[in-house]
């Protein structure tokens, strides 16, 4: 293989697992260690400048870097990294000295951003500080978008909420509340330099099944009724609540439920439990409420009585799965099951739509009705309107939208200035030395053996009465600060000179975790893959090859288990092996390239 | 400075016939110098243990006095440890190997433990073909107590301190051939390809089994000058030949060519299979390794790999006849047969 390219800023990024699976790259060791040592603003900083709504995400996020995380592959559980983003959040101090400060010579361009969700305000986030002047446009009373409507307040504060949005909206956004826009055509005439869309995913969808109809106002769209529950149109629920669906809408909806009223509040799904789309700790928190779940049914029809919703039936199924792993969900044969059932919500999955947007504006739409974008600068077949988050590319995540936002803003500051909009910024880095001594290091190395701590929750009956208690207390910081620790530090990097190397081998004998080897070099890196220290079998990651030695042989690191612990460095008596900290974050609007 | 290693192993380590992994044959971290080659060697002796599935507490470690005899603290650390007397380690082994045959008993010193203080217990360990295996960490010099020059430094070596050694050096692997050792090589802790089944050969076989590991002293040895330095070890490293190890239960399946391969059917039934570089060496030949090493010494080179084999080696229980079961295991109705057994040995001797 060919020597490894360090100087790639992708190659140590994608070391720090966490860093490289978060949608916005957000700097995770870096945040955690600053944890470690209880610098709380300077964490919820770094978490800031990357995904913006660190207390909501600390709380919400769907955290695609935990099942990333380098711990889940020699430990049992992966560090709570989403929980450790909390910590910083619930224990900084002000942060009002530390943001951008908002020009008061603006710079002339207009924006209007349509939805004041999180790609919204991201947006604005990234454009305020340059100059720019922002229109925001949402048909609720407050922005947010679906981090306040769709999201419960027992798992987000209202108040968490809030604070997050208005440091945005308070670098002197125009917001246009309740206002809803039906109209593209009416927003283009306003003369905007750009325009961006994020308005979600926001129509749910509705199982069209005998019944319906006479079924009436008892069936509702679960993520319709879980915003009328958040703007406080709906204060309760009937006794009887089926809830269907598998995602974490549904989990909302059923704990939403049991808070409102609901005592028979229950699950049913089409898919087997194992297959549901809500994330395992979504699922667990539904059942820690005592919210029973009936996979493996699949909704036939509602049963009304006298104009009155009484059940519904369900058809039992099994997942077969054919050669290909393709799931169908054939039938048992068995009699239908009936189910009593006063309200039956629905959260089979939402959809974009932009019934809104008049279709001869140069703004094209595929066959899906979506917007036809470029993937990478989010723009739309009109180079002046720019779309992001759910609206971009369907139903994702908070996380996703923010980093599209990030990515919109940097697309819109380039189209205002008349450049080209894929000559996108290179991300900023810095890779520097952490040795303080013979063996010192100023990270601390340890690799500690903790088993993941678990988050303390407040008293079930208490959660259960009042929909705006939040049910996660969060870490304590002497928890926080373990927890933290076991984070093994990716981000310090193992960095290999090679014309220091005496081939030695003190480190490929300390290696705890057999991930060096001195070997001859082959073309095919699966065939060194083979002639490795250690078993090599995940191709996720990548090989460190250096450059030939003395005897002819290279340097294979396999990065895939490495502890970061440091040893190898620690037992290199010439200093081949350095321990480097690695920082990389994607640049934003205004950071040139 | 770390004085842990991390709990966390490669989650797919191989497991032996026993289910243990390489972990289960570690120690503590080492304390050595950041570079020895000793710590090269526990790493080698790790691989090779777990490598022949030996149950952990059926080896006792045995050392003397030196950076070399602290090294049993880094490997095996579940095995039986001595830590003895300066250049005394062979004397206690015997005295163990004695009470116990049923042990593998695995003997670390260095050159200043072996070939200075130790050399008298070294040649009669030797000469009375003990069950053993003796690796020698031969640095070249007194690394505990700062560098100077030792017994096996070559006359002109320069070590740290600067000046050439004005003495010859003793070859141990040459020593002990003199003296009737049965099995004798040579190896470099550089060089983990030959030396694990060198010490996996030296296991299997029965008597005195002499591996002399050159082993850099990256701290005052691994100068320009010395001759004991990984660089000057590597460009003047020759091998008598390439050392496989079958283990006993495993099927040969690969041919060689005759000529160039012998294999040697060791006491426990595993194979030793040698391929040779050289046709007129012959292992089995114990003026034929002299010889190899004598030429090698004059031409500067260091000989390495397999020296000297004797298949037909004849331990010191067998020379002594001892009891086939270990004496600490005797009871005393076995050790004191009673008057009546006194009575006819008495009379077997009127």
């Known amino acids: ?69 380098r711990r889940g592959r020699v430990d049992e559980e992966p560090v709570a990294i989403c929980r450790l983003k909390r910590v910083a959040a619930d224990n900084k101090e002000s942060i009002a000295d530390l943001l951008p400060e908002i020009p008061t010579q603006k710079n002339g361009k207009r924006i209007a951003c349509i939805g004041g969700g999180p790609a919204s305000l991201t947006v604005a986030r990234d454009l305020m500080p340059l100059g720019y002047s922002i229109d925001i446009y949402d048909n609720q009373r407050a922005a947010g978008g679906m981090m306040r409507s769709q999201i419960p307040s027992f798992r987000l504060p209202e108040t968490v909420l809030n604070e997050e949005v208005n440091v945005i909206l308070d670098m002197g956004v125009t917001t246009f509340l309740e206002t809803e826009v039906t109209s593209m055509a009416s927003i283009l005439e306003k003369d905007y330099d750009a325009v961006f869309v994020g308005t979600g995913a926001p129509r749910g969808k509705l199982l069209n099944l005998p019944g319906l109809e006479e079924a009436g106002s008892a069936v509702h769209v ?7 529950v958040a703007f406080g149109h709906t204060e309760q629920v009937a006794k009887k609540v089926i809830v269907l669906g598998g995602g974490n809408t549904a989990m909302d909806c059923c704990r939403t439920a049991k808070r409102l009223g609901g005592e028979d509040v229950r699950i049913v799904v089409r898919s087997p439990y194992a297959d549901m789309k809500a994330s395992p700790w979504e699922k667990e928190d539904a059942q820690h409420e005592g919210i029973p779940f009936y996979d493996n049914h ?24 054919d050669e290909s792993g393709k799931r169908s969900l054939v039938p048992t044969g ?53 779309f992001g988050g759910d609206a971009a590319f369907g139903p994702e995540n908070v996380i996703t939208a923010v980093a599209q936002g990030h990515q919109a803003a940097v697309s819109i500051d380039l189209f205002c200035q008349g450049k080209n909009l894929l000559q996108r910024p290179d991300p900023h880095t810095n890779l520097v030395s952490t040795k303080m001594g013979v063996h010192e290091w100023s990270y601390d190395n340890a690799v500690e053996t903790d088993d993941r701590y678990i988050v303390p929750l407040v008293d079930l009956d208490k959660a259960l009465s009042d929909r705006k208690v939040e049910v996660e207390l969060g870490f304590d910081r002497d928890t926080g600060f373990k927890e933290a620790e ?18 030695c081998d003190a480190c490929v004998d300390i290696c705890p975790t057999d991930c060096i080897t001195f070997t001859t070099n082959e073309e095919d890196e699966a065939v060194l893959r083979t002639k490795l220290t250690g078993p090599s079998h995940n191709l996720t990651t990548d090989l460190y090859v250096s450059q030939a030695l003395p005897t002819a042989r290279v340097m294979v690191k396999d990065e895939d288990i490495c502890l970061h612990c440091g040893l190898c460095a620690e037992r290199c008596p010439t200093t081949a092996w350095d321990m480097q900290k690695y920082f990389y974050s994607v640049s934003k609007a205004g950071q040139a390239a | 400075m770390s004085y842990q290693i991390p709990k966390f192993r490669h989650p797919e380590l191989p497991k032996n016939e026993l289910g243990y992994t390489k972990a289960d044959y570690e120690g503590a971290i080492s304390t050595l110098c950041a570079g020895c080659g000793h710590d090269s060697i526990s790493g080698a002796i790790i691989k090779a243990v777990h490598e022949l599935s030996i149950e952990p507490h059926k080896i006792a470690k045995l050392s003397g ?57 070294y040649g009669h360990a030797a000469r009375r073909n003990l069950n053993m295996v003796y690796i020698v960490m031969n640095n070249g010099c007194y690394g505990l107590t700062k560098g100077q020059d030792s017994a096996t430094a070559d006359e002109g070596s320069i070590s740290k301190k600067g000046e050439p050694n004005p003495f010859g050096s003793i070859d141990l692997p040459a020593v002990a051939l003199q003296l009737g050792a049965t099995f004798v090589a040579r190896s470099f802790s550089g060089d983990k390809e030959q030396l694990v089944p060198l010490i996996k050969a030296a296991m299997s076989h029965r008597g005195f089994a002499l591996i002399d590991v050159v082993s850099p002293c990256v701290t005052f040895n691994n100068t320009a000058g010395s001759t004991k330095s990984y660089e000057y070890t590597r460009e003047h490293m020759e091998a008598t030949g390439t050392v496989d190890f079958v283990p006993m239960h495993e099927e040969i399946t690969t041919k060689y060519d005759p000529g160039k391969t012998r294999d040697v059917t060791m006491h426990d039934g595993s194979v030793v299979r040698l391929k040779k570089v050289d046709d007129s060496f012959d292992p089995f030949d114990r003026m034929s390794a002299m010889v190899a090493l004598e030429k090698s010494r004059q031409s500067g080179q260091i000989l390495t790999g397999l020296l000297y084999m004797d298949k037909h080696s004849r331990d010191l229980h067998e020379a002594l006849a001892t009891s086939k079961r270990p004496l600490n295991e005797l009871t005393e109705t076995e050790l004191c047969p009673g008057s009546k057994v006194l009575e006819q040995i008495n009379q077997s001797l009127r």
């Open chain 1, 334 to 386: 068995e009699d239908w099951v009936f189910m009593e059932a006063d309200t039956v919500l629905m959260a089979i999955g939402q959809e974009n739509a932009f019934p809104w947007v008049e279709r001869d504006l140069g703004i094209d739409f595929d066959q899906w009705e979506m917007p036809k974008l470029n993937k990478v600068s989010f723009q739309s077949t009109r180079p002046n309107v720019f």
């Open chain 1, 486 to 503: 076991r984070c093994l530090n990716c981000d310090v990097q193992t960095v290999f000179d090679e014309a220091r190397c005496i081939e």
């Open chain 1, 298 to 321: 699949t909704p036939k029809e509602f049963v009304v009585e006298d104009g009155k919703l009484k059940g519904m039936l369900f058809e039992k199924v099994e997942a077969v799965y």
């Open chain 1, 1 to 69: 293989m060919n020597p490894t390219d360090v100087s790639n800023p992708e190659y140590f990024h994608k070391v720090v697992d966490c860093q490289y699976a978060c949608p916005a790259h957000t700097p995770v060791p870096e945040y955690i260690r600053l944890i470690a040592q209880q610098r709380y603003t300077e964490a919820y900083m770094i978490n800031w400048e990357s995904n913006v709504f660190p207390g909501v995400l600390g709380r919400t996020c769907d955290r695609p870097c935990e099942p990333a995380c």
């Open chain 1, 222 to 228: 679960g993520i319709d009724w879980l915003a009328n």
């Open chain 2, 65 to 121: 006095i030196g950076c070399s005899s602290k090294s049993p603290t880094y490997f095996l650390g579940k095995s039986h440890g001595f830590n003895s007397v300066h250049g005394r380690m062979p004397s206690v082994v015997t005295g163990a190997a004695m009470a116990n045959r049923d042990l593998l008993y695995l003997g670390v010193s260095g050159d200043g433990d072996t070939a200075s203080i130790g050399l008298g217990q």
